[in-house]
């Protein structure tokens, strides 16, 4: 009989040990908090491959936004809700670093609002394989106003150079990223947040890319030191962007592309007009296509595709990605993505008007 007593209380301690240990293995605790330093972002997209949300890391008090350098900022109504369901319209771009994929935003009119200090986030190691992480973004625009984030588990299985590319282009960034055993990289999954399971932020998620090596899908996110410099110097306005290297040859070959009018400080590249006979037309691009990356880099403004082109000589060929709504071709009016490859060449010789004869010549 004693021996049934002391069975029994056995069988009574493992069973509430069980109980404890289910209740710590809940992290909804931990999401309230981080589900707060967090945000929905809203901006260009809504056709066929690229999103219209995403997600952003709340890293100041004043409304510093961390996120990924996408189309989505292609927008003069790039709009962030807040955990709270509070809306802010008109959202600053301040910085775009292509070379780290990354870009930082600013809300106005706001204070004390909860963030992820960057700085010490820094300084604390590199997570390690077999670490267990925790993973929060909007992901397939789960949340709109005051919803939660959605909340992945997974552990880190690599520490690994980025060897990454989207469609035909490869990726900008190819630091070190922490490979990531869960699937995270989905639609508006971008710019969201890797953390412990105690909530502290370990990274940020990258884009939806495939894996060059094996052509499989890669769940990845960009170490927060290797961030931290881009955000401190960003918030105090004291960020260079170093500027890209001009291909030998002189600045560009011709192409043929006529883009709207440059009338605002941030106007879109939409082409307005395809020369005869030229690169462009020979490429197959049309009126009112827009240009969102260059040989992988994304422009957002007609300067910054000016820029890039500016890289490029006659003979090269450089590849665009661009958005089209054409109802002929997809039946439904869906805005659609093409890549097209553009063969430049020197620039036509200019016409020469031949005076008129005078009379009796």
């Given at each position: 009989?004693?021996?049934?007593r002391s069975?029994?209380?056995s069988?009574?301690?493992l069973?509430?040990?069980?109980?404890?240990?289910?209740?710590?293995?809940?992290?909804?605790?931990?999401?309230?908090?981080?589900n707060?330093?967090?945000?929905?972002?809203?901006?260009s997209g809504?056709?066929q491959?690229?999103?219209?949300?995403g997600?952003?890391?709340l890293?100041?008090a004043?409304?510093?936004?961390?996120?990924?350098?996408?189309?989505?900022l292609?927008?003069?109504?790039?709009?962030?809700?807040?955990?709270?369901g509070?809306?802010?319209e008109?959202?600053?771009v301040?910085y775009?670093?292509p070379?780290l994929?990354?870009?930082?935003?600013?809300?106005?009119?706001?204070?004390d609002l909860?963030?992820?200090?960057?700085?010490?986030a820094?300084?604390?190691?590199?997570?390690?394989p077999g670490?267990?992480?925790?993973?929060?973004?909007n992901?397939?625009?789960?949340?709109?106003r005051d919803?939660p984030m959605?909340?992945q588990?997974?552990?880190?299985?690599?520490?690994?150079k980025?060897?990454?590319?989207?469609?035909?282009?490869?990726a900008?960034?190819?630091?070190?990223?922490?490979?990531?055993?869960?699937i995270?990289?989905n639609p508006?999954?971008?710019?969201?947040?890797?953390?412990?399971r105690?909530?502290k932020l370990?990274?940020?998620?990258?884009?939806?890319?495939?894996n060059t090596?094996?052509d499989?899908?890669i769940n990845y996110?960009?170490?927060?030191?290797?961030?931290?410099?881009?955000?401190e110097q960003?918030?105090k306005g004291?960020?260079?962007?170093k500027p890209?290297?001009?291909?030998?040859?002189?600045?560009?070959?011709?192409?043929?592309?006529?883009?709207?009018?440059?009338?605002v400080?941030?106007?879109?590249p939409?082409i307005?007009?395809?020369?005869?006979?030229?690169p462009?037309?020979?490429?197959?691009?049309k009126?009112?296509?827009?240009i969102?990356?260059?040989?992988?880099?994304?422009?957002?403004?007609?300067?910054?595709?000016q820029?890039l082109?500016?890289?490029?000589?006659?003979?090269?060929?450089?590849?665009?990605?661009?958005?089209?709504?054409?109802?002929?071709?997809t039946?439904?009016g869906?805005?659609w993505l093409?890549?097209?490859e553009?063969?430049?060449?020197e620039?036509p010789?200019?016409?020469?008007k031949?005076?008129p004869?005078?009379?009796g010549?």
């Amino acid at each position: 009989m004693s021996l049934l007593r002391s069975w029994s209380c056995s069988l009574a301690v493992l069973l509430l040990l069980g109980a404890a240990a289910r209740t710590e293995d809940s992290f909804a605790a931990v999401s309230g908090e981080v589900n707060k330093k967090v945000v929905k972002v809203f901006g260009s997209g809504g056709f066929q491959g690229l999103a219209a949300y995403g997600t952003g890391i709340l890293v100041s008090a004043e409304g510093h936004i961390l996120t990924v350098a996408s189309h989505l900022l292609d927008t003069q109504d790039l709009r962030v809700h807040l955990y709270d369901g509070r809306r802010f319209e008109k959202v600053k771009v301040l910085y775009v670093e292509p070379d780290l994929d990354a870009a930082l935003l600013k809300i106005d009119k706001v204070e004390d609002l909860p963030y992820f200090d960057i700085v010490q986030a820094a300084k604390a190691p590199l997570a390690q394989p077999g670490d267990w992480i925790l993973a929060y973004s909007n992901q397939f625009q789960i949340a709109t106003r005051d919803e939660p984030m959605s909340v992945q588990r997974g552990v880190i299985a690599a520490l690994s150079k980025l060897q990454g590319r989207k469609g035909v282009f490869d990726a900008p960034y190819t630091g070190e990223v922490y490979v990531i055993d869960a699937i995270t990289n989905n639609p508006g999954a971008g710019g969201g947040a890797l953390t412990t399971r105690k909530g502290k932020l370990l990274g940020m998620i990258g884009k939806e890319l495939r894996n060059t090596l094996t052509d499989t899908w890669i769940n990845y996110a960009v170490p927060i030191p290797f961030l931290a410099k881009f955000v401190e110097q960003a918030k105090k306005g004291e960020y260079v962007v170093k500027p890209k290297k001009e291909s030998p040859g002189g600045p560009g070959g011709y192409h043929g592309i006529i883009l709207v009018p440059n009338v605002v400080e941030r106007t879109p590249p939409f082409i307005e007009e395809v020369a005869a006979r030229s690169p462009a037309a020979k490429a197959g691009l049309k009126i009112d296509d827009l240009i969102v990356y260059v040989e992988g880099e994304q422009v957002v403004t007609i300067k910054a595709f000016q820029d890039l082109m500016r890289r490029y000589r006659p003979g090269d060929a450089v590849k665009l990605e661009v958005r089209r709504v054409d109802k002929a071709e997809t039946g439904a009016g869906v805005d659609w993505l093409i890549t097209v490859e553009l063969k430049l060449e020197e620039p036509p010789a200019p016409k020469v008007k031949t005076p008129p004869k005078k009379p009796g010549n």
